[in-house]
Each structure stands twice: as C-alpha cells, then as structure tokens.
C-alpha cells in the first residue's frame, strides 16, 4: 500500500519536483500513526488489517457515511509510520542517535577506528577523499549539492559514541577558493541557537552522502552486484545435483531477477539512485558473528562429508571449471592478482562457499531490510542535501541572511524534496519487505539432505537457536 501511495503521490508531484516540504507537521502528515510498523504477525499483519479495513468502509459507504469513507481511504494510502520515528519522534534530532546509527543503523559498515589515537576512543565517518573530486561536478547539476565531508565520534565512559566534530569541504574550482568549516555540537555553556541549526545541518549533509555510499557501495555493489559472477558460474559450471550447488543454491534465489529490476530502475540512467541520492548521476564512477560461526561450521560439515581429502576437491572438475570461472570471467579485471584463494583444501574451500553464503544471506538481510525503518523518515536519512551550508556564503551573504531569518525553512529546503522523499520512501518500503517465498538460512533442507544421516544431523545443528 506505501508504494502504491508513493506513485499516486509522485504522480501528483510530478510537475513540482523541486518542491520543499512546507513543514516537519508536512512531513510527518505522510504517514498514519493508527498503522504502525509492525513486524509481520502470524495473523496476517497488513493483510488482515486491510481486509477488516475495507470490510469497514464498505458498510459505512452503504450506510451513507461518505466523509468517514472517504477519510478512511485517504489514511489507507499513506506511508507506514518508520520504526525509528514511531519510537522517537525526536530521533532524528539526537546526537545519541545519530551516533548510535553508524554502528547500529542500516550502514554501520563505514565508520573506522582512528589508529593513531593510542587510547582507542576516537571513531571517524569518513567521506572526504571519496567524494571531493566529484564535489564541483555534482554542483554543476540542478537541485543538489556535495561536499567532501568528516564526522568525529568519541567513545564516552559509558560505551555509548557521542559525536564531536564535523568537518565540510569544498574543493576550490576555477572561479572560487577552497572552502572548509568544521562544526560542533553546541555546549551547554554556549547555547547557540545558530550554532545549534548549522549542525543539524552539518548532521544531514553527511547522512546523505553515508545513505549515497549505503546505497550504491554496501547494498548494491557489496552485496548484490558481487555474488553475480558465483550465480553465473554456478548455473553454467555446476549441474544441479552437484552438492556445492545444492548448498549454495538457497543464498542465490531471487538474486539475478532483483538484481535485473534494479538495472532497469535503480542504478540504471537518470534513474531513481541518480535523480535521488547525493552522488547524483557520478554514482556509478557479535550476534553476527555467532551466525557466521554457524554458516561457517555448517559449511566445514558439508565439505568434509562429499570431499573426504583435499585431492577430492582438486579432483572435482565441475568445481574447478565453477571457480575457474568466477576468477577468469566473472572478474577478469582482477584474474591475476595474488588473494584469489585455491580451492586445493578444506579450509579454503569452507572459507569461500561459507562467505559468499553470508553475504548473499545474512549480511545482505542487515544493509536491506532497515532500509525503510531507519531511511524511511525524511529528516533522519536523508538521501541528498539540495542547497548549500549558509556559512558558505559568508556572514554577509543571502544565504546566511535566510538562516538566521528561518533556520527551519533552510532545513527543509536542505532536506530531499516532496518529489524525491515520495519516490525514494516508496522504493525503500518495497526494498524493506519480505517476499512472500522468502527462506530463512536453516529453515530450507534439500531433500538429499533428509535422507543422509550425517548432512541431515549437521543441518539441524546449525539450525537450532
């Protein structure tokens, strides 16, 4: 139902692309607090609360209630509320959070560990070198802009990350000279109301370039794009009685038919990611661990029962010819370097069938299903910053004159437009739910599987909770 209210919504938007939000109460009137994000229940969740919603509003239509009917449609087309905004509806203003969500969020794969800081307490989000040179590019392009950007975390005395600093740079181009600012929470000694805005601000601008490079780099490329070749060689390589194929073969399902709809609508030219998110049309230049422990042994039990000796699996002429494959055509660029593993052992073979397994299953579930959650409440993630910091201007330019004068309209015209919010909120919604055929990893069993003792006791192992 979201996404058929972000195409209606889109529709309606369609000759107003540039359209800020007049408001946050504007924003928040997208979604219906009476239906709230829930997880799926075993009584038929949203389905069931449609049915006994259309059951209602078909007697109150025959009763002539019209107003109340049609109040009732109008709340059906509107976005579940996100998890992270039914929770708090302040979230997206809190320093704690906006910390928490680079550990904890739907990108925690890039913040760092800063090395050189003995005491180990200083984390850094770091987006600088990766999107300078495309900085003066991407603001050549209507409606959007860019930075090169830095976020410092510090880890406090209560294991909780507090941000302390960011740093915005603008590279200097032929007309202008560099431009650099760094910005920081304000204190509570030195309550700034300006202060306090320019680092909501600064907050939204480096959230938008993560959720670009969550977008195309963790979700996409890392995770999607990178098991293709495996899916190919496999299906040509392979036969489907092979056994590496029969374990590999529940991680696979669905993937090359996904990834075929995100090459038609997503990633493809002036598509969704490129009219949407930060890079713009320059995109394409420990409870997890236990799991992997398990994809893992499970792997370790499969392998040592078809490949007794590590000759077996040298022996194996359709496993060879697969990675053969993989290495030679599926990434032809990289065919020589020295990392490709041999499968000539054991280990190596675990070690490879145990990690694409992971990343086809578990990790991609942990960069995709909180898609919408986190990234479906605007101000939280957004996924472009369309104008630039007011300080940029200089203390005398309009720019600055307009902040001082309405800090919040600056916000939202900062924020992703109607247009855009409607369209990417409708995708992340789709992107988010479960497919009514999906498998959970341990809930698949081959049929060979059942009728051999030894798989059939290793399959149960890793399944057990």
């Known amino acids: 139902m979201s996404v058929l209210h972000g195409i209606c919504r889109i529709m309606k938007l369609s000759k107003h692309s540039s359209q800020s939000f007049p408001t946050l109460d504007a924003i928040n009137a997208m979604y219906d607090d009476q239906f709230r994000n829930q997880p799926v229940q075993p009584d038929g969740g949203r389905f069931k609360f449609i049915a006994e919603f259309l059951e209602k509003e ?3 239509l025959f009763e002539q209630e019209g107003a109340e009917f049609f109040e009732g449609i109008r709340r059906v087309f509107k976005f579940e509320t996100p998890e992270i905004h039914d929770r708090d509806k302040f979230a997206w203003f809190r320093d704690e959070e906006f910390a928490r969500e680079t550990l904890a969020g739907m990108n925690p794969l890039s913040i760092q560990l800063v090395r050189a800081v003995a005491k180990k307490k200083l984390f850094m989000l770091d987006y600088h070198d990766l999107y300078l040179p495309f900085v003066n590019k991407v603001r050549q392009l209507e409606g959007t802009t860019l930075y090169g950007a830095r976020a410092l975390f510090f880890l406090a005395g209560d294991d909780t990350l507090r941000p302390i600093a960011i740093e915005l740079t603008r590279p200097k181009s032929a007309s202008k000279p560099q431009w650099r600012e760094v910005f920081t929470p ?3 000694h030195e309550a700034s109301i300006t202060g306090s805005w320019q680092w909501q601000l600064a907050k939204a601008h480096v959230v938008s370039l993560d959720t670009g490079y969550h977008q195309l780099v963790s979700h996409w490329l890392r995770t999607h794009c990178c098991v293709e070749p495996y899916i190919i060689a496999a299906n040509r390589q392979l036969s489907q009685m092979h056994p590496i194929y029969r374990l590999l073969h529940p991680s696979f399902r669905f993937t090359m038919e ?4 995100a090459r038609s609508l997503l990633i493809n030219a002036d598509g969704i990611i490129e009219s949407t998110f930060s890079p713009g049309k320059y995109s394409m230049d420990g409870n997890q661990l236990g799991g992997l422990r398990r994809a893992v042994a499970w792997a370790f039990d499969y392998v040592a029962h078809y490949y007794p000796g590590a000759a077996d699996i040298v022996d ?9 494959e993989v290495r030679t055509k599926g990434h032809a660029d990289k065919k020589d370097e020295p990392w490709w593993p041999k499968l000539d052992c054991h280990e190596s073979l675990v070690q490879t069938l145990s990690t694409i397994m992971w990343v086809a299953s578990a990790h ?3 960069v995709n299903f909180s898609q919408y959650p986190f990234g479906g409440y605007v101000p939280n ?3 472009i910053a369309r104008i630039n910091m007011p300080s940029e201007m200089g203390a005398d330019g309009n720019g600055m004159h307009a902040f001082m004068e309405a800090p919040d309209k600056v916000l939202l015209d900062t924020l992703p437009s109607q247009h855009q919010s409607a369209l990417v909120m409708a995708i992340l919604d789709l992107l988010s739910s479960h497919s009514s055929g999906e498998e959970y990893l341990g809930t698949y069993q081959d049929p060979a599987w059942e009728q051999n003792g030894k798989i059939n006791k290793a399959f149960e192992d890793q399944a057990r909770p």
Not at 316 to 324: P, R, S, T, Y
Request: zero cysteines; charged letters at 15%; glycine letters at 0%.
């Open 58 to 60: 078909a007697v109150l």
């Open 186 to 188: 304000a204190s509570a």
């Open 316 to 324: 194996d002429v359709e496993l060879q010819a697969w990675w053969d």
């Open 258 to 261: 996904i990834n075929a709809q």
């Open 381 to 383: 993630r957004p996924y």
């Open 364 to 366: 991609h579930a942990a």
